[in-house]
Each structure stands twice: as structure tokens, then as C-alpha cells.
């Protein structure tokens, strides 16, 4: 059988790889042979392949976690960090639990770290992809809500001669409709009207909407009564009488 020499062979990257995959080898050989597993066996059989030595020392703890303060009589003990150091190798760094900090479970499992991250960076995408849909989606129905609501207002504009535009006029002016697109309705609507048609609209360019609907109140008022005979003539027929 051929072998690889010591000196060709692959060395782990992470200097606690070689030490962890060990562990995990050795913990779950002992469970295929119902062996007992002891406190932590994922933490104590790393710091055994990761130091060398089968006595955990404060000094090797502080080797692995740095946040590990012996002296400090306020912090966790070192069972509590071994524990969380058996969580997070046993589940392959999926958990970082406490005492331990986020750069330890970083440093002892830089993949599943990298891995962590693009799946939060994933989900943050599709939030907020999600998020401008969702926004996509209420604009338009804003905009389809909005040219609705502007098709209504052309819609009852149609039935009202300049003698009764007053009527439509205090009706919409209180509706959520820009009074740049009511006044462009009421110029196109004009035009229909033969005795409007030597308005010029040019003449209200920069006149405030409720001033082009008085002035056309008043000249409806100076028109004779034929004049407002013949604008009924413009208007769409509602009904149509059958024979």
C-alpha cells in the first residue's frame, strides 16, 4: 500500500483543525463502541490532541479562549467554558454559546464562520429584496389607485357644462388629485365646448386651478341662453331611448 511521507502530507491550515478533527474522530469512534463519553468529551479530547497533555491548565484554557480569566473571581469557571467548548465543537461551530465570545468560535471554525456570514448576507438580500417587492408593489397599486381615481374625475367632468364645471370642481378639489392633472382635465375638456374654443389656455398657465374655475363661472354667466343650450350638445348621451 503506498503512503504519503510526513513531509508531503496535507497540514490543516487552521492550527486547530488537525486538533479538532481528531477530537471529533475519537468522540464518535468512542460512541460507535458505547464507550463513555465522560463531562465534555468533544473539549477535553481537543485540548488532549491541541496541548499534548491529558491535564487542562488555566494557561492552555487561555491558549484556546483568551476570555478565559481565571483570576477574575466575578467570571464564569472553567467547566462553564468547557461546556460551551463542547457545544461548539460538537456542532461544528453552528453554536458559540456563552462564556465563549464570537472570535473564539471564529477562529476554531473559520469555514463554518465564512459560511455563517454568507448565509446572514443571503438572508439580509432577500429580506430586503422581499422588502423592495413589497414596496414595488405598493407604489403601483398607489399609481393604479391614483390614474382610477384621475379617470373618475375625467369621467364626471364629462357631463358638466362650464355653466355646472362649479360642481364637479368642489366635489374633486377636496380628492387626493394633484390640481396640475384636475387642470389639465379641464383644458381638454374645454375644447369640446364650441363657445370655449377662442379660450386661449395659455392665458391660465400660471393661475391657481379655483381661479380658472371662477373665471369660467363667470363667462358661462355672460353667455347667452343659446350659448348654454348648444353646450348641452357636447356632452355624451346617457341613455339612448329604444324605438
Same mark, same amino acid.
Given at each position: ?35 463513555? !463519553? ?7 479530547? @481537543? ?17 484556546? *479562549?483568551? &476570555? ?23 456542532? !461544528? ?15 476554531? @471554525? ?23 417587492? !413589497? &414596496? ?10 391614483? !390614474? ?8 364626471? $367632468? ?20 394633484? &390640481? ?9 375638456? $374645454? ?21 380658472? *374655475?371662477?373665471?369660467?363661472?363667470? $363667462? ?24
Amino acid at each position: 500500500m503506498n503512503t504519503i511521507p510526513r513531509h508531503l502530507s496535507l497540514v490543516p491550515a487552521c492550527p486547530y483543525a488537525l486538533a479538532i478533527s481528531q477530537a471529533v474522530a475519537e468522540v464518535e469512534k468512542r460512541l460507535q463502541g458505547r464507550t463513555a !463519553r465522560g463531562a465534555h468529551p468533544y473539549a477535553s479530547a @481537543f485540548m488532549r490532541h491541541y496541548c499534548g497533555t491529558r491535564t487542562i491548565k488555566a494557561d492552555q484554557l487561555r491558549r484556546v *479562549m483568551p &476570555e478565559y480569566s481565571p483570576g477574575d473571581r466575578t467570571a464564569p469557571p472553567a467547566r462553564d467554558y468547557l461546556a460551551a467548548l463542547d457545544t461548539l465543537i460538537a456542532t !461544528r461551530g453552528e453554536r458559540c454559546p456563552t462564556p465563549l465570545s464570537q472570535d473564539t468560535g471564529t477562529r476554531l @471554525f473559520p469555514l463554518t464562520a465564512s459560511r455563517l456570514t454568507e448565509r446572514q448576507e443571503k438572508r439580509i438580500t432577500l429580506r430586503h429584496g422581499r422588502e423592495n417587492n !413589497r &414596496e414595488a408593489r405598493e407604489r403601483e397599486q398607489k399609481r393604479r389607485r391614483y !390614474r382610477n381615481r384621475l379617470a373618475q374625475a375625467a369621467l364626471e $367632468l364629462a357631463f358638466h357644462t362650464p355653466h355646472t364645471a362649479g360642481r364637479w370642481y368642489a366635489r374633486w378639489q377636496a380628492q387626493d388629485v394633484y &390640481e396640475s392633472d384636475m387642470q389639465s382635465l379641464v383644458m381638454v375638456w $374645454l375644447r369640446r365646448f364650441v363657445s370655449c374654443r377662442h379660450i386661449d389656455p395659455w392665458e391660465w398657465r400660471d393661475e391657481p386651478l379655483w381661479r380658472v *374655475m371662477l373665471d369660467i363661472r363667470i $363667462l358661462s354667466g355672460e353667455r347667452s341662453a343659446f350659448s348654454r343650450v348648444t353646450d348641452r350638445f357636447a356632452l355624451p348621451v346617457l341613455l339612448t331611448c329604444q324605438p
